[in-house]
Structure formats: structure tokens, C-alpha cells
Nanobody, 128 residues
């Protein structure tokens, strides 16, 4: 079974940029490349929220939450079992624990229930 681990979070200032990574282990690169994946975030006291998704390497189509207004971009490494979330012009409301997961349905879902193999999350804190 594939295990996912997020990294790259930290304390940043509003307006900064940072890149989060989601690395896979416990499976071959060729196996992980077959999965569509997604990023979610969860702030204290709130439900887990969809950030964006990306297709498998046969597709690589990306889609995002409307509220992000083009500030985030998802990509996948061509040679490593890694997915990235590039965050630009971050805002205090972006403060949350960010999670990556594997999508288990073929449609471009935004629902938590359609994802699996969640990582442990990485904390992003944005100061004003």
C-alpha cells in the first residue's frame, strides 16, 4: 500500500510564496504514477477543505477550489513519486494543516470521501 507524507510547511508572512511536497513510499514509482491525487487543508474547528487535484501521468489535468483565485498550482515530478503545491501570495486565511491524498474515483472530485491514503499533514501558518 502507498504511504504519503507531506512536507514544506512553516511560518511565513502574508504575500510570501512556498512549495509543499507530497512524497510517496511503499510502492513503486510506476504504481504511484497511475493515481490521480489531491491537496486538502483543514483549519482548527473547521471541516477539511478541497484545495486542488491533478490527474495521473496519463492526464495531468489540474483543477482547483474557486476561492484560491489562481494563487496555487499543483504539479507532479516526472522522475520522483512526488506531488507539489506551489503557493503564491499567501494570506492569513491560508493558515491550516495541508494534506495530500490519492483520488479513488475517475471523475475530478472535490469530496473528501473520494480520496484515500491520507498523509499526516504539514502545518502552514501565515502571519499578517
Amino acid at each position: 500500500q502507498v504511504q504519503l507524507a507531506e512536507s514544506g510547511g512553516g511560518l511565513v508572512q502574508a504575500g510570501d510564496s512556498l512549495r509543499l511536497s507530497c512524497s510517496g513510499s511503499g510502492g513503486s514509482l510506476s504504481t504511484l504514477r497511475k493515481y490521480a491525487m489531491g491537496w486538502f487543508r483543514q483549519a482548527p474547528g473547521k471541516e477539511r477543505e478541497f484545495v486542488g487535484g491533478i490527474g495521473a501521468f496519463s492526464d495531468l489535468t489540474t483543477y482547483y477550489a474557486d476561492s484560491l483565485q489562481g494563487r496555487f498550482a499543483i504539479s507532479r515530478d516526472n522522475g520522483k513519486p512526488t506531488m507539489y503545491l506551489q503557493m503564491s501570495n499567501v494570506r492569513p486565511e491560508d493558515t491550516a494543516v495541508y494534506y495530500c491524498a490519492i483520488r479513488k474515483v475517475g471523475v475530478r472530485s472535490r469530496a473528501v470521501v473520494d480520496f484515500t491514503s491520507w498523509g499526516q499533514g504539514t502545518q502552514v501558518t501565515v502571519s499578517s
